[in-house]
């Protein structure tokens, strides 16, 4: 789960863009999403590349599988 680092949930994060990139036509290669705290105008990003399966995320978001501290 993404959440924002500042308000540590996920209620307020909007997808402010995303894409997703096929090398083949078929398969997903990458997906990219930026992300923005509609409470506290927090910003940032997460991208995930299937050919080294390494996530990356910058900015004042955080990529957790625990629950959020607030719901």
Do not use: W
């Not at 990458?30 to 997460?46: D, H, P, R």
């Not at 991208?47 to 990356?56: A, G, K, L, P, Q």
Request: proline share 1%; net charge negative.
């Amino acid at each position: 789960m993404i959440t924002c680092t500042n308000c540590e949930t996920a209620q307020f994060l909007q997808i402010t863009q995303s894409r997703v990139y096929f090398e083949d036509g078929e398969m997903i290669n990458e997906i990219s999403e930026t992300y923005e705290c509609t409470l506290c105008g927090a910003t940032g990003k997460y991208i995930y590349d299937d050919d080294s399966d390494e996530e990356t995320v910058t900015g004042e978001v955080e990529h957790t599988t625990e629950r959020p501290k607030y719901a």
